[in-house]
Structure formats: structure tokens, C-alpha cells
């Protein structure tokens, strides 16, 4: 489900669900988790690249998992979402999310925890669970606004509206398009070729300059989405789009 590569002093993790477009179930943020912690004990890397291994990078949360979930899968699922946000964000490496074909949802959000997000000019983006009665998994409703503005992050997520690249790119949820993945890679090249410690500092104190603190802002979030998970007009939503 997860790849693993390196080049010199970039990673790469490379989501690799490919029968089932990179859908997040347990299983995969189990191994995404493993991959994120095992590359950042190389101290030779200083990016690590978020990435498809083909096609979509994440169509979001697994449909058929949401329809199973009770409470207690609910709180597994967001406390692994929870943990993958932690590793990146305190990690000193600096994380890229490079965005091919759908970032939807859960993908989407894990996409948003990242340093900086590139996309293919092609790719689309949304955080469309309001069409399926839940709530954000994995933090989108906690990180977007501070990013891009109240409103705008409320347009996103109250509409569903999956939006192209371009337009993520005018609204500020993502920093750069490029044609192909190569135009991605001189970008992380270019970053991976400053100074150590200057980037740690740089990413340290930005982040500080965000003043929340995930675990505890996620909260309200995470409780919500375990109710919504166990709604039943959330059953049927989920399942007429299974039925679609």
C-alpha cells in the first residue's frame, strides 16, 4: 500500500492503493504512519515527498470502511489521522504533497498537513464529505481556515464542490501547478539544496506562527466525526453513493 524511495537528500512516499484509487482505510494510514517514521530517521533527507505512486492521489475515506465503522473504529481511525499529522508537523524534514488526478477528503486533508502542496495543473481537489453526512477525518476543518481565510475554507467544505487546480491555486489551498512531476522535483531539489538547520528553523518558527495547538484543536472535529459516522441518515447517504 505504501512505497518507500530516496535520491540523494529527497524521500519520496508514494501511496500505492492502486485498485481502489489510494481510498484511506486502517490499514493503509497504519502503513503511511510506518513509512513517515522510518524515513525520518534518515538525518541525509531533508524533503520528503508526499505522492501517487499512479493516478489519483487519494479519492478519500474507503466508502465501504465508513459503512462499517462503529465508534471504536471511528476513534482507531482518527487517532491514526491524528498521528500521521503529529510526525509531519514535528518532523524537521520538510514535507511536500504532490497532488495527481483526486485529492479528495481524508487524502485531501492529509495533503494540508503538509509544508506546501504542488499539483499537477490536470488535478482536482476537494473536501467533499458534507455530500456524505460526515465531517472532516483528519483535521481539514482545523488547518483550512487558518491557511486560506474563514469563508473561504467554509465555500469548500459546506459546497462539496470538487474545484480544479487552478482554482486551489487563486484561493491560496495550493502554492504551485506544474505540468509534469520533473517541474515538481527541481522545486524540492531547490529547497533540499538550503542549508540543514535554516530550513528547520524556518519550518519551526512558521508553524509556531499558526498558534493552535492540533491535538487539542482537532478535538471537537475528531468527536464529531465519530458521531456522524453512526448517524443513520449518514448510512444512507454513504450508501446511495455506493449505489451511484
Known amino acids: 500500500m505504501i512505497d518507500i524511495s530516496k535520491n540523494g537528500t529527497i524521500g519520496e512516499i508514494s501511496l500505492s492503493r492502486k485498485e481502489?484509487?489510494?481510498a484511506i482505510n486502517q490499514e493503509l494510514l497504519e502503513e503511511l504512519l510506518k513509512a513517515i517514521k522510518v524515513i525520518e530517521e534518515d538525518e541525509n533527507l531533508k524533503v520528503i515527498i508526499i505522492d501517487s505512486?499512479?493516478?489519483d492521489f487519494s479519492v478519500g475515506a474507503d466508502i465501504n470502511e465508513l459503512l462499517k465503522m462503529n465508534a471504536a473504529l471511528a476513534i482507531s481511525f482518527r487517532e491514526k489521522m491524528s498521528n500521521i499529522v503529529s510526525e509531519m508537523i514535528n518532523s524537521d524534514k520538510i514535507?511536500?504533497?504532490y497532488l495527481t488526478g483526486f485529492s479528495l477528503g481524508g487524502g485531501f486533508e492529509i495533503a494540508q498537513w503538509s509544508d506546501m502542496i504542488i499539483a499537477d495543473e490536470k488535478s482536482r481537489i476537494g473536501q467533499p464529505e458534507v455530500n456524505i453526512g460526515i465531517n472532516a477525518?483528519?483535521?481539514g476543518n482545523t488547518i483550512l481556515p487558518r491557511e486560506v481565510g474563514y469563508k473561504n475554507a467554509?465555500?469548500?467544505a459546506l459546497t462539496g464542490n470538487i474545484i480544479s487546480a487552478k482554482e486551489a491555486k487563486e484561493r491560496g489551498i495550493i502554492q504551485e501547478t506544474v505540468r509534469t512531476r520533473e517541474e515538481m522535483l527541481e522545486i524540492a531539489r531547490k529547497i533540499a539544496s538550503k542549508d540543514s538547520a535554516t530550513i528547520v528553523a524556518i519550518k519551526k518558527s512558521m508553524r509556531r506562527s499558526l498558534n493552535f495547538n492540533p491535538s487539542e484543536d482537532m478535538k471537537a472535529e475528531e468527536e464529531s466525526f465519530i458521531k456522524l459516522t453512526q448517524n443513520t441518515t449518514t448510512k444512507e447517504l454513504l450508501k446511495a453513493f455506493l449505489n451511484k
Do not use: E, P, Q, T
Open 154 to 156: 467554509m465555500y469548500l
Open 20 to 22: 481502489k484509487r489510494n
Open 137 to 139: 477525518g483528519a483535521g
Open 95 to 97: 514535507f511536500i504533497s
Open 53 to 55: 505512486s499512479s493516478g
